[in-house]
């Protein structure tokens, strides 16, 4: 199994306060995302890194920010959690290694409640 | 804007029966389709990565085949198990490697 760690695994936290969800990788990939995964409409991405200091938005990027200091720590903020924001967040790892040859590997997921 | 389209939602088949999963793209400008298996409550694993410049790819009793100028892929179950059961997601890899999902076919294999 790749390095993938995610941290919490789950939280409830209360509507209004800032949250953050930490995705740890070991195998020094260069791409790291943030996807959630709501019934109905499946994986979306919220934000995602090709580098240290070097991130941009996906589709649902919105009340979320994300960190990326070092390349195996890809962090993300909710800034104020709201009850949409219930969720299961994944994180996800990459590295091309050649035109086509990029496999992406998942973490095992946060649960979070926003009450 | 692409979108990823797997029918059918969700299959139940006996044990032993072979049976293939569909997965759909609208945009052909990818760089290789994934498949991966999720179990309840866990994370996406893995099954196989189709290059763009490939056909299809096998492991062990899965083989996945992509037609890229048809938007197509599917993923082919062999002699399938109990423990097959699992929702199966295709993605496609566009440029600045984002990874569009399919929302997935949910597959219950009875004994």
């Known amino acids: 199994d790749a390095g993938i760690t995610q941290s919490p695994r789950h939280k409830v936290t209360e509507t209004g306060t800032p949250v953050t969800l930490r995705c740890h990788q070991t195998?020094?990939?260069?791409?790291m995302y943030w996807y959630r995964q709501d019934p109905g409409h499946g994986l979306r991405l919220i934000h995602y890194?090709?580098?240290?200091?070097?991130?941009d938005k996906g589709e649902v990027s919105d009340g979320y920010s994300v960190s990326r200091s070092k390349t195996e720590d890809f962090l993300l903020t909710l800034e104020s959690a709201t009850s949409s924001q219930t969720s299961v967040y994944f994180c996800?790892?990459?590295?091309?290694?050649?035109?086509?040859?990029?496999?992406?590997?998942f973490g095992q997921g946060t649960r979070l409640t926003v009450v | 804007k692409q979108e990823v389209t797997q029918i059918p939602a969700a299959l139940s088949v006996p044990e032993g029966e072979n049976l293939v999963l569909n997965c759909s793209f609208t945009d052909s400008a990818i760089y290789n389709l994934q498949w991966f298996r999720q179990d309840p409550g866990k994370g996406l694993t893995s099954l196989l990565l189709i290059q763009s410049s490939q056909r299809e790819q096998t492991s062990g009793r899965l083989n996945a085949s992509l037609d890229k100028s048809s938007g197509r892929s599917t993923l082919y179950i062999a002699a399938s198990q109990p423990g097959d059961s699992a929702t199966y997601l295709c993605a496609v890899l566009q440029g600045a490697q984002k990874l569009v999902f399919g929302q997935g076919t949910r597959l219950t294999i009875n004994p």
């Open positions: 890194s090709y580098g240290v200091k070097d991130t």
């Open positions: 996800a790892i990459s590295e091309s290694v050649g035109f086509g040859n990029t496999e992406a590997f």
């Open positions: 195998e020094n990939h260069r791409y």
